[in-house]
């Protein structure tokens, strides 16, 4: 940034009501969407773990604001009873757990068992799942997994 801040780039050109903010969103809810929000966080929380904050998953660098977007949106769907659009299936707990051992299937065929093994993948599948099926929605996936975190360097595995 070339300033302390970014008041000269106002979108003067933007307006936004209040109806806009309260309007419920609008767009499509496919078993790929779900697929991708549980694999990528999974994979993030999973580095996160390790010590990681960022890490590039599918061509895009990945943050904690992109894990809690999909945690977020994965409990909002249960939450909510949302239906795919796609296949017509409520999106549960159960649909979600089986979604996810899918996934970790595929991950395992792509890394390899032994990174799997060797990475903290079972813990990040867990906290996952936890948070995205809780009751109540939690403020910061990151909170929860503070818990999880030693003190230890970060393994990294290329």
């Known amino acids: 940034m070339t300033s302390a801040n970014q008041l000269a780039r106002l979108r003067e050109d933007v307006h936004v009501t209040a109806e806009d903010l309260l309007r ?11 697929r991708q929000n549980v694999r990528v966080g999974v994979q993030y929380i999973e580095a996160w773990l390790r010590g ?6 599918y061509h895009l660098m990945e943050d904690a ?11 909002q769907w249960i939450h909510h009873r949302a239906r795919l659009d796609d296949t017509g299936e409520a999106v549960t707990p159960e649909l979600v757990q089986r979604i996810m051992d899918e996934e970790l299937g595929r991950l395992t ?5 032994a990174r799997i093994r060797a990475g903290r993948f079972a813990e990040a599948r867990a906290l996952f799942l936890e948070l995205a099926t809780a009751e109540t929605l939690a ?6 997994a503070y818990d999880s975190l030693d003190d230890s360097p970060p393994i990294v595995i290329a």
């Open 109 to 113: 065929t792509q890394f390899g068992a």
């Open 52 to 57: 990681l904050g960022c890490v590039p998953l």
């Open 24 to 34: 419920v969103p609008t767009g499509t809810r496919t078993e790929d969407g779900l």
């Open 65 to 75: 604001a992109t894990a809690e977007i999909s945690r977020a949106q994965v409990w």
């Open 139 to 144: 403020d910061f996936l990151t909170s929860a």
